[in-house]
């Protein structure tokens, strides 16, 4: 055969090889380390499908967006954990004196918080103080009690 009917042939395989590791799921693409470090263990079946559908969506281009692509539909930004970008403002249901990796927030609209990293006993309780949870880097989040007091790293948990 001569080259010019390999190349097309080879173009082929190599494009439909592609596609076939672009459409594998997000968990065979990572390593198990990637893919916990990447906090996606914690999502649900459901999710995970959405997100691989997403991914392999956009790896396949605008061309295959508009070829009868199934449209994935958000789910409501709050209802990611963290909620949103924007810094949370709100009451501390009850009293504070001190915090500790394991201590739990509730505030006053609802949400609760677990202290992740961080510890701090207080002079003084605090009855009811304004809580103020902050977006840090990498989908971090800092929960600041007082504005003399160092933040605490948390995560949302309702």
């Known amino acids: 055969m001569n080259l010019y009917f390999r190349l097309p042939t080879l173009l082929a395989l190599l494009f439909i090889g592609g596609n076939a590791v672009a459409q594998q799921s997000i968990e065979r693409r990572m390593t198990p380390e990637q893919f916990n470090a990447a906090g996606l263990g914690k999502l649900t079946r459901d999710e995970l499908a959405n997100l691989d559908r997403w991914l392999n969506q956009e790896q396949a281009g605008p061309a295959a967006a508009g070829q009868g692509a199934t449209a994935i539909t958000a789910p409501p930004h709050d209802a990611f954990v963290g909620a949103s970008d924007q810094p949370v403002r709100s009451r501390l249901r009850g009293d504070v004196q001190e915090w500790s990796p394991g201590t739990v927030f509730e505030l006053e609209n609802g949400q609760r918080w ?10 003084r309780p605090l009855q009811s103080p304004e809580i103020e949870v902050a977006p840090g880097l990498m989908g971090r989040w800092f929960l600041q009690v007082d504005e003399d007091a160092p933040r605490a790293r948390a995560e949302r948990i309702q």
Do not use: I
């Not at 202290?115 to 701090?120: A, D, H, P, S």
């Open 114 to 123: 677990r202290v992740l990293k961080g510890q701090m006993t207080l002079k």
